[in-house]
């Protein structure tokens, strides 16, 4: 069941996307009066599941059955189709070709504008509906995995900087490190500060290693559930649990493991009770668990009226946009490895909750919209982005690129998309069979 709507949240997301994008182009060329003569979600290669075309359109509109992407054919434009054929006529009024610089230029760069559009009016829905969530840095300590032990971090350190960064959010930290190719840390360990430098050939492992500042949550009792074994063993809301059997528990994560050593067995817990320190016996249940609630590091919310949401989501897109940026300079950077992080609909599919959360899956909806636009402005010319650099080639020479330049470069561009929708593949398959 999980899986099956995992994937029912993927395909919709990915049709939305699509149907977003490929609308910004037809807007733009149904403006300037260019004829459109396909419209179609998923690629309808040989057959389409679907297609149809109304009374006294000039567009057939469709369903394909292959899931990479989707396509607005353009009359007089070399794409995806690459019809060849109609290019050898002569121009049509009507054609994409036969317009002005600067209207192709729109066309072209409609599906990357209505991508951001979309993701902005997105981020307002959600900072409007819900607010804007997040964990604060200041005060939270971080709880590390085996690569933020082998970089130099320890469970207890708050990171105050990277190089001269000051981070804000918590469960941005990892992202912030990467991003920002950091060559220091500096953290606040024990009440001192030190500084951490980081190995720059690591920052790939990084990349690829979720969790690795996890939060260290402190073993401070909040509630105690009457269905608990320890429900009358006297704990009080604010009780800190620092040992169990001699064993220290600064943090909920470190007993994990070792009540597992303890199931169905009393135990003895020194317990800090405000200036006092008391010895307590507690019942490990067969699950390995005391039943005890603890104290979590407050999540913070702001909450924005419509008027103040709007520039809000503004903000968070370009955000969003600025640090996606981040990200592809790091792929294109091969000592870092980010390349191996590049996933394809199997690592898009894990994002997504296993539960329908309408708040979880708009954000993750907004976030790809940005992905796909950015994507397309990369300067490949099967992607709008090397469209757009030959347009405004033409615009500041003067000189418009041959249609047998476009039909290779496009096929170029072609091969090279392919190739990292292979990468994509193999980077998701090694990391299943690991």
Known sequence: ????????????????????HELGHFFFAKLFKIKVEKFYLFFDVKFALLRFKPKNSETEYGIGWLPLGGYCKIAGMIDESMDMDSMKKPPQPWEFRSRPAWQRLLVMAGGVLFNFIFAILLYIGIMAGWGESYISNDNNRIYVNDLAYE???????????????????????????????ASK????????????????????????????????????IDTIPATSPNFASGLQEGDRILSIDGHETEFLQDTRQLLKGYRGQKVLASVQRGKDTVSVGLQVDTAGLLGIYTSLPGVETKRYSIPEAVPAGIKLTFSTIGGYIQDLKLIFTPRTEAYKSVGSFISMGQIFPADWDWYRFINILALLSIMLGVMNLLPIPALDGGHIVFTVYEMASGKKPSDSFLAGAQMVGMILLFGLMILAFGNDIGRLVR
């Open 185 to 220: 840390a500096t953290v606040l360990r024990d009440g001192d500060t030190l500084d951490i430098y980081i190995d720059q050939n690591m920052i790939g492992d990084v990349l690829n290693t979720p969790g690795m500042f996890g939060l260290a949550i402190p073993f401070i």
């Open 1 to 20: 069941m999980i899986v099956l709507i995992k994937i029912l949240q993927v395909i919709l997301a990915l049709s939305i996307l699509i149907i977003i």
């Open 151 to 181: 970089m130099g971090f320890r469970n207890g350190d708050r990171i105050l900087k990277f190089d001269d960064y000051v981070p804000e959010r918590f469960e941005m930290l990892q992202a912030d490190l990467a991003r920002r190719t």
